[in-house]
């Protein structure tokens, strides 16, 4: 039979055996009329007062998105939002929009436009955070748990602190959304190296899924509420990436509200284990680069027997990623060896990605499908490397025995793939 998957901006078309399984969310349906949704959202919030009484008395607000590497539909959203804090007396010269890069590279122009377009642009100050200049930090001291807080000055310093985004399954946060655009979105490189490390990475409770009882979860929100997160709207995306459900309001409650919904209409179960599971990266823009590409290999980690093989399709346009992740990948030829050196020594940027592959490993074999990988980069990765999704589903199938169980993830990162009794991931 024939499935496409999410691969690049196009999809793929691949044929996959007639006993294969696919699991697909159960994605609601699109809104029919998403920026009337919106409006009402933010006018009728999910928790808390409306945007507009909030605003009031308030002289400046800062927005954070979401940047290119994530579908949210800023666009879209941004002018219910912006609108209702106009009317609340913020004129739109103290309205500033922050573009969440963590430490991903800043936008280009051509992507801003892309992310708000140019009526946003023009109307408001718009800049992308930089996490790795220190002078723009402002330290706000440390959590409970002892993360060192550096927040974008330029967010801490507004009176208002909103965020926009969507929510999904999340490999280490549990689920995306809410409080990560500020606590990872906007934070400085040493509270996200402290969030990245380790500590988290290692915990079997920090993993897709796992929320509200998730360590690295609790850190974000007490980083966030330090900040001062008063207003938040994020949406739930159907398979098309269209809006099914708009989520507005005081953030914590809001977000759960989300996270419940997300979970429901993302879940998918497996009785047993799959000998071999053929996922992806969950297509543009997510599937950008290799260092990406890991979200589609954790998410179907849950569901790979011990010893079976995850086969990731992930196009992978940009390459491996940031400079400090393509060294080391190049410098990482064993997992083991990897993790054995991360767990000594202090972390650096981007480490956490080849960390969570690494821990895959453990449990089961890795292939590729990651055309934008350079030729001179495919002997570091930790598998197989194929160019084109059919050949590569046909290389791995004829490795397995006969009567081997073979699932099918299209959507890859955006399922909530679990065994009905799951054991947790070491």
């Known amino acids: 039979m024939q499935v496409r998957l999410a691969f690049g901006k196009t999809g793929a078309v691949v044929q996959v055996p007639q006993t294969a ?55 879209l959203v941004l002018p219910a939002i912006c609108s209702a804090l106009e009317a609340g007396g913020i004129a739109p010269e103290n309205i500033r929009i922050l573009i ?105 409770a920090a993993t897709e899924g796992v929320f509200p009882d998730n360590p690295l979860h609790r850190e974000l929100v007490e980083i966030a509420s330090r900040v001062g997160h008063h207003f938040m709207v994020d949406v739930a995306l159907t398979g098309d990436r269209g809006i099914a459900a708009v989520f507005a309001g005081e953030p914590v409650e809001t977000h759960k509200k989300g996270v419940e919904f997300v979970r429901r209409s993302t879940l998918a179960t497996l009785d047993e284990p799959a000998d071999l599971v053929v996922t992806t990266s969950g297509g543009y823009p997510l599937d950008l680069t290799y260092y990406q590409t890991a979200k589609g290999v954790t998410a179907a980690a849950h569901i790979v027997k011990e010893g079976g093989t995850i086969l990731v399709c992930s196009e992978c346009a940009e390459g491996v990623g940031s400079p400090e992740f393509t060294e080391l990948v190049r410098t990482s030829p064993d997992p083991e060896g990897l993790l054995k050196e991360l767990a000594d020594r202090p972390v650096a940027v981007d480490q956490w990605q080849a960390e969570k592959l690494a821990m895959v490993t453990r449990k089961a074999k890795l292939a590729f499908c990651t055309p934008g990988v350079p030729e001179a980069d495919r002997a570091s990765l930790w598998g197989p490397v194929y160019d084109d999704p059919q050949g590569a589903l046909d290389a791995e199938l004829a490795k397995l025995p006969a009567g081997a169980r073979v699932v099918v993830i299209p959507e890859g990162p955006y399922v909530f793939a679990q065994l009905e009794r799951e054991p947790a991931l070491v």
């Open 21 to 75: 399984e696919v699991l697909e969310p159960r994605f609601a349906a699109a809104l029919p009329d998403p920026a009337a949704a919106i409006a009402e959202a933010v006018a009728v919030p999910a928790a808390g007062p409306p945007l507009v009484e909030l605003a009031r008395g308030k002289k400046s607000a800062a927005i954070s998105v979401c940047d290119i590497t994530r579908p949210a539909p800023n666009k």
């Open 100 to 204: 969440a890069t963590g430490l991903h590279r800043e936008a280009t122009d051509a992507e801003l436009d892309e992310i708000l377009g140019p009526e946003l642009r023009g109307r408001y100050w718009v800049d992308s955070h930089r996490a790795k200049n220190l002078d723009e930090q402002t330290h706000l001291g440390r959590t409970e748990a002892g993360t060192e807080i550096y927040v974008d000055s330029r967010f801490v310093e507004a009176d208002m602190h909103l965020t926009v985004g969507f929510i999904e399954p999340h490999l280490m946060a549990g689920f995306s959304g809410g409080r990560k655009l500020i606590s990872i979105g906007l934070a400085g490189e040493r509270t996200i190296k402290r969030l990245h490390s380790p500590l988290y990475m290692r915990d079997a």
